[in-house]
């Protein structure tokens, strides 16, 4: 049977005791199940930034473990970047990854549905001549005029995505102020543009040092990448996005289905 410590979650201060369990006649190793209860409860909110967990004697004697098997387990969350450990404060909850469906929706309508607190911080807005790229792509003539915006977009007050947008001129009208309060996607359909369909390419590269610096990483991290050409229901492209994120706070899910 599994054994359970305290039925009720409670703090002490900023230390977080949660409701744990291993089963030892599991066949998963207990250092794996206690990350994954860890895991489960930092993606839930129950485990909050600069949440403490306790050092590793105390959650060990708790659950029955012994300390090399605690300390695997938070190694686990610390090399997916959930946890931090801080000499003289102990283990810390850093922040939650960001996991997005695929699917034709905004970053920021995403992270606010997961209430992971979006904030945007918009680099540009201007208008300039379209590269071969995004003519191709907006089915416009090359070095015909666009409109281009980039934003920083953070979740929890961190970064999480360097976002470069082109759109058709006069498509609507981008407020620089109005795009740091809300979406792209969400400004689109406000005007009265129906979003159908997309074509996306997902990737990975190493970031650059104007992106490390943009997204508090070391120059050569590892960035998940994204470019999208968005159409309406009319056929038109109406968007073509060039998007980076932190490999180490995002990450895109799929559903996959076998076919008939």
């Not at 990350?35 to 489960?40: P, R």
């Not at 918009?122 to 792509?137: G, I, K, Y």
């Not at 102020?177 to 969400?186: A, P, V």
Request: charged share 25%.
């Amino acid at each position: 049977m599994p054994k359970q410590t305290r039925a009720a979650r409670e703090e002490t201060g900023s230390v977080v005791r949660l409701p744990l369990s291993v089963d030892r006649t599991s066949p998963v190793p207990l250092y794996f199940q206690l990350s994954q209860q860890l895991e489960a409860a930092i993606e839930r909110g129950t485990l909050t930034p600069g949440s403490l967990l306790g050092n590793e004697i105390e959650l060990a004697g708790r659950l029955g473990l012994s300390r090399p098997t605690v300390r695997q387990a938070i190694q686990v969350l610390v090399e997916k970047g959930l946890l931090v450990r801080r000499r003289g404060v102990g283990t810390q909850v850093v922040h939650s990854q960001v996991r997005r469906p695929l699917e034709l929706s905004s970053l920021y309508d995403d992270l606010e549905a997961a209430g992971q607190r979006p904030a945007t911080i918009v680099l540009a807005n201007r208008v300039e001549p379209a590269p071969a790229e995004v003519a191709a792509a907006l089915g416009l003539p090359e070095g015909g005029e666009v409109r281009f915006v980039e934003r920083l977009r953070f979740a929890h007050d961190e970064p999480v995505a360097r976002l470069r947008n082109h759109l058709p001129l006069g498509l609507l009208d981008l407020d620089t102020e109005l795009l740091e309060g809300t979406g792209l996607y969400r400004m689109m359909r406000g005007a009265g543009i129906t979003l159908h369909s997309a074509r996306q390419k997902v990737g990975a590269r190493a970031a650059t040092g104007l992106e490390a610096e943009l997204l508090t990483e070391e120059k050569g991290a590892p960035l998940l990448t994204m470019e999208r050409t968005t159409f309406d229901d009319t056929g038109r492209a109406v968007e073509f996005g060039a998007h980076v994120y932190r490999a180490s706070r995002y990450a895109f899910e799929f559903q996959l289905l076998v076919r008939p």
